[in-house]
């Protein structure tokens, strides 16, 4: 709002409006001593993965809230982010809106925050997260980004390693392949990788049980082996577990719920000629590393479509005060915000604008199949950790007397009469 999320714009639109209002530089450094003057205000919203928001759903919200909280004269850049299991977005305002409002952020103005996300997810068929019990309490910034970017690191180096994993022959070829990727490879005593960006290399066995180099050369040695790859003709032992199940089911009770769920992964064991538990695991490794690989060109996309369209309405805007035949203060001062950042962006006639909704509407074209085969992925991984989740399940105990149990229990439970 009021400015757009590319870096270098939305710096000069929001540096613009502060200097004109505070009567400060934008730039300056801070003071030797006590607090400086607040010229921006950070906000993170974030959903529950279970609620399965699409960022496309998300930005929305962000936006929606953002005019609801700092109305329509105040300078915000959202950014949403998938590159975690939960979607977020990052919100920051300037500390001044182009009216000359002066936002102050307390314990105050934070509660209310809180309940304006609140209403507004609501208002989207989104139930808020709960932090009664602290899980969801803020905490600085610092803090956070230490903590989120920790994590993030790993789970990357994780993912990287289980997509190569299908594909190199020993742990040497492995690390190999992770330094024509990018990354750093100490070798030592222990074994340490860093990734372009990352400030300091973890070990390997820090990223867990199945990294280490033990672990390591156990996967790749029996990867072949566990996927059932040596002998395609071998019968599929995953097939007769799930048969089997079924069948013994059907002779105690052959109208039990859970017949209809075990009958369609039968059907998806069948139709993708799943032959044991190890291939379908191999599959899901594949599948979640394909779903972050989309995930961050995703997340790519949509920053530059973000960009783009925040460009759009600016010009848009421009135009239209350029048309006007009467202009007020505050109309000069937002001709001059958009004029420079348009300028920026070299766009200074209208046949210009015209360009860039064209490469608009060719980005949304690209953006299209990249969340068609994210979701296709995103499925099937949810399809196949099913079941080898129910795998599992069936293969422990008396899986079939369990049921019945269950079954008879639930039936010898009281009804309540209204």
């Avoid at 050369?217 to 089997?244: F, H, T």
């Avoid at 190890?278 to 920053?303: D, M, P, S, T």
Wanted: proline content about 3%.
């Amino acid at each position: 709002m009021n400015c757009i999320p590319d870096p270098k714009c939305a710096y000069l639109a929001m540096k613009m409006v502060y200097e004109q209002f505070s009567g400060n530089k934008f730039d300056e450094p801070p003071p030797n001593s006590g607090k400086g003057e607040v010229k921006a205000i950070h906000y993170i919203q974030s959903f529950d993965p279970k609620d399965k928001i699409s960022p496309e759903l998300a930005h929305q919200i962000g936006r929606t809230f953002a005019r609801k909280a700092f109305g329509d004269n105040c300078q915000v850049v959202i950014a949403t982010h998938v590159d975690k299991q939960h979607v977020h977005s990052h919100i920051i305002i300037n500390a001044y809106g182009i009216d000359g409002h002066k936002f102050n952020d307390n314990q105050t103005t934070l509660k209310q925050l809180r309940e304006i996300s609140d209403r507004v997810c609501l208002a989207f068929g989104i139930k808020p997260i709960d932090t009664e019990r602290g899980a969801g309490r803020g905490i600085d910034y610092n803090e956070w980004e230490h903590k989120q970017r920790g994590t993030s690191w790993k789970e990357k180096i994780r993912l990287e390693i289980d997509g190569l994993i299908l594909k190199v022959k020993n742990v040497d070829e492995l690390l190999a392949e992770l330094e024509l990727l990018g990354y750093t490879v100490r070798r030592g005593k222990y074994i340490s990788i860093k990734a372009p960006e990352q400030q300091r290399a973890v070990r390997l066995k820090t990223l867990g049980d199945d990294y280490t180099i033990e672990s390591l050369a156990s996967r790749i040695l029996w990867r072949d082996v566990e996927a059932g790859l040596n002998n395609p003709c071998e019968k599929s032992a995953l097939r007769e577990k799930y048969s089997e199940t079924i069948s013994g089911i059907q002779k105690v009770n052959a109208f039990h719920p859970t017949l209809e769920q075990l009958g369609t992964m039968l059907t998806v064991i069948n139709r993708d000629n799943l032959r044991s538990i190890g291939e379908v695991e191999g599959k899901i490794r594949q599948l979640e590393y394909e779903v972050e690989k989309a995930r961050q060109e995703l997340n790519a996309l949509a920053a530059q479509q973000n960009s783009l369209t925040g460009l759009a309405e600016q010009a848009e805007e421009y135009f239209a005060l350029m048309d006007k035949a009467e202009r007020i203060p505050a109309d000069e001062l937002r001709l001059k915000m958009h004029k420079t950042v348009l300028e920026g962006s070299n766009i200074s006639s209208r046949s210009d604008f015209e360009y860039l909704k064209s490469v608009i509407v060719d980005t949304q074209k690209k953006t299209a199949p990249l969340k068609e085969n994210f979701e296709r992925c995103r499925q099937f991984c949810d399809l196949y950790s099913e079941i080898a989740k129910t795998y599992y399940e069936i293969s422990k105990g008396d899986y079939i007397t369990r049921l019945v149990d269950e079954e008879l229990k639930s039936r010898a439970k009281p009804r309540r009469s209204l």
